[in-house]
């Protein structure tokens, strides 16, 4: 399979025709380099497994950031040449010269494409270097085309040596004809007759433009007139020889032409399946090349896919508002690289498969409750045909098996159906589909007919659904079944709300929330009589809807409930805050002691130092003293270094030296620097190390993971 727009989707033509899906696709179409792109983007469709849809992301995505950092793809050059191979084998006859040109443009793309590819960091683009492996580079096609065709479009004269020859001769006839007939036009008995001194090649004839009243005057063969009748083309009986001779050399050459194409066409009708497909693949970078500029453009990001799970829309635009806006701005030359023409389009978020799989939501008519379920629908086409999406790159989207949908009114006079019957022909088909793996976008649920009765019917259907296990998304005004979240399991209301004063949508969904009509206030708004519209206010206070008081009721709990969950997570933020502070404090005693720790066996270590030179300079002193006098001092080194050996520091040291390594930095006491160590010699507890670039060796004691402040 290749680019979605050759697959067999899952999701129906009719489903992508009620999302406008064309629209996309159309916009889409406009950011291909070629026939090959725009087709492919114009026939885009899901794809019909999930492998297949994450790698179309994955491409996406790895072209877009190269886009995006500015490189350039050597994509131009692409034709679709599928036609012409058709044609010729259809129709027994050789491509011709500029048909073989736009093979060869396309052939030389791929191997460019090719190169740039398997050119790309192999961890960052597996996708695309996968892709670069499918663009075969027909070399030898590549270069037989350029030896025979030039770039006119013409076969050239070395494309074989009796073409060259024949060319030769053609040239040396025609000046020898045209010196001739230059002679015939200065004779006066012959100038005189023609209508000017211009020489004309008809059929490969030279002829001369005689006046029509004057043919009989000038002996030769008419070979046509003038659209006017006024001048006759004839040529000199003294040149037809030659003429014969001439075209008897043209009809040579458009024999060995044809034999040249002839050689040409049956070299790529040999390679005509692998052609065809490498046109498939060369349709799929097309294809990914437009979705990435499209994705750049509208500032889209990949969605996560997976064969389960939740479905999630953060912060989602619907595409149509999204691609209308930013034309928008385009007609009025405004800046559009920044996104600011994104803010026409409200964002919202939409989720199904965590807490509930049914979200109904309510709110009044015009008052945006089927952008959402389009924002979701087209959303969700979007990403399983393998584009990216006007959503944050955390929204998450599940490998729905089906979109199955019910939006709008469609009437239908020929098939005899209102409205209702309409909707109810639409829902006949979702309760027959209908699965786990799937996704319904019900619009106006029960409208159309008796309000009560389409409460009680719409209530069932979305049980049936329910009982499935398919994420639905259902609008209504019905107020009867805005209770239903409340009595149902895994199902949440929403509503979308309505600025009165303006009359207009804002298109701002509110999960847990259900919607008011407003009808009263919105009639009030457009001009209904005062009176009326009082009346009707009146009639509302006197109603008794026991599904309103539920709803009234539900929600002064809901309010309560997030009231006291706002004091906890208040309250468990404090928490983590005087935690976080805690930790800090732990964290700064801890170095504190560190760096006590440090400064106290830094000052014993410098004492033990100077004690330690101390005993050593008595040692040197008392070396000429009488043997008792040095008995005595050396037992008193002895013991003092056994009393320093024994002391935590002199422990800690010990197990220190014990532990040195090779390549470790140690400072050097007598030196009072830091160096490398090159070698060491535990048995004799020496060490060699490497103090700018000088080379020192030295016993244990004179090392130290002390830096000493002196």
């Not at 000017?196 to 007139?225: A, C, E, W, Y």
């Not at 800046?335 to 803010?343: C, D, P």
Request: aromatic residues 4%; negative net charge; contains cysteine.
């Amino acid at each position: 399979m290749t680019a979605g727009y050759n697959s067999s989707a899952m999701i129906d033509k009719d489903t992508l025709n009620i999302l406008e899906f064309d629209t996309v696709r159309r916009e889409i179409a406009n950011f291909a380099s070629s026939v090959l792109g725009r087709s492919a983007a114009l026939a885009a469709i899901p794809f019909e497994n999930y492998e297949e849809t994450t790698a179309a992301l994955r491409e996406t995505s790895e072209l877009k950031r190269i886009l995006a950092d500015g490189r350039r793809i050597p994509i131009q050059g692409l034709h679709d040449i599928s036609g012409y191979i058709k044609d010729a084998v259809d129709n027994n006859r050789p491509l011709e010269a500029k048909q073989l040109l736009e093979i060869e443009s396309t052939l030389k793309a791929s191997k460019e494409l090719r190169a740039f590819f398997l050119r790309l960091d192999e961890q960052a683009n597996p996708a695309l270097r996968a892709l670069g492996e499918k663009c075969i580079a027909f070399d030898n096609i590549i270069g037989s085309i350029e030896d025979a065709i030039d770039r006119r479009g013409r076969v050239s004269d070395d494309a074989s040596p009796r073409l060259s020859a024949l060319r030769r001769d053609i040239d040396d006839l025609k000046r020898s004809l045209r010196k001739k007939i230059d002679g015939i036009i200065r004779r006066r008995n012959i100038r005189k007759y023609l209508q000017d001194d211009n020489i004309t090649l008809r059929d490969n004839r030279f002829v001369l433009p005689v006046k029509s009243t004057n043919k009989q005057m000038v002996r030769g063969i008419i070979h046509g007139k003038s659209q006017s009748g006024e001048t006759v083309f004839i040529e000199p009986q003294d040149i037809v020889a030659e003429g014969n001779e001439l075209s008897e050399l043209f009809f040579e050459e458009t024999a060995e032409v044809t034999r040249v194409l002839w050689s040409l066409t049956r070299l790529i009708l040999a390679i005509q399946n692998e052609l065809s497909g490498l046109r498939e693949v060369l349709a799929r970078v097309d294809l990914t090349y437009a979705k990435s500029r499209f994705a750049l453009a509208h500032f889209c990001d990949e969605p996560i896919i997976a064969r389960e799970g939740p479905f999630e829309l953060h912060e989602a635009r619907h595409p149509i508002l999204l691609i209308l806006a930013r034309q928008a701005a385009l007609k009025d030359k405004k800046e559009t690289s920044e996104g600011l023409f994104r803010s026409a389009v409200v964002p919202t978020t939409i989720k199904l498969g965590r807490e509930f799989d049914m979200l109904v939501i309510t709110g009044p008519n015009t008052g945006g409750k089927t952008v959402a379920l389009k924002t979701a629908g087209l959303c969700t086409v979007m990403a399983l045909s393998g584009m990216h999406i006007p959503a944050s790159r955390d929204s998450h989207i599940p490998f729905f098996r089906n979109i199955l949908a019910d939006i709008g009114d469609e009437q239908s006079i020929e098939q005899s159906l209102s409205t209702f019957s309409s909707h109810v022909a639409h829902l006949v088909q979702i309760l027959k589909d209908a699965g786990p793996d799937m996704l319904a976008l019900i619009d106006e649920l029960g409208s159309g007919t008796d309000p009560d009765e389409g409460a009680a019917l719409g209530e069932s259907i979305l049980d049936a659904i329910r009982e499935k296990g398919v994420k639905t998304l259902v609008t209504t005004h019905l107020g009867a079944l805005k209770s239903y979240a409340y009595r149902k399991d895994r199902v949440e209301n929403a509503s979308v709300s309505f600025d009165v004063e303006t009359l207009a949508p804002t298109f701002v969904l509110s999960i847990g929330q259900p919607g008011n009509s407003n009808a009263i206030s919105i009639a009030e708004r457009l001009g209904i009589d005062e009176s009326i519209i009082a009346a009707a206010r009146k009639g509302m206070e006197g109603s008794s809807d026991e599904g309103r008081e539920l709803i009234s009721t539900m929600e002064e709990l809901r309010s309560k409930a997030e009231k006291q969950l706002e004091a906890a997570r208040a309250t468990s933020m404090e928490t983590e805050e005087l935690k976080d502070a805690a930790g800090k404090k732990l964290d700064e005693l801890d170095a504190r002691k560190e760096t006590i720790e440090r400064e106290a066996d830094a000052e014993i270590d410098k004492l033990l130092t100077k004690a330690r030179e101390r005993i050593l300079t008595l040692s040197r002193e008392l070396k000429n003293a009488p043997k008792a006098v040095r008995d005595v001092a050396e037992s008193l080194e002895k013991a003092i270094e056994d009393e320093i050996v024994h002391t935590p520091l002199g422990q800690k040291r010990d197990a220190f030296a014990r532990s040195l390594k090779k390549g470790e930095e140690v400072y050097v006491i007598p030196f009072r620097k830091s160096g490398t160590i090159t070698r060491i010699n535990k048995a004799k507890e020496r060490v060699t190390i490497n103090i700018d670039g000088l080379s020192v060796e030295t016993d244990f004691s004179s090392v130290s993971w002390i830096e000493s402040e002196e």
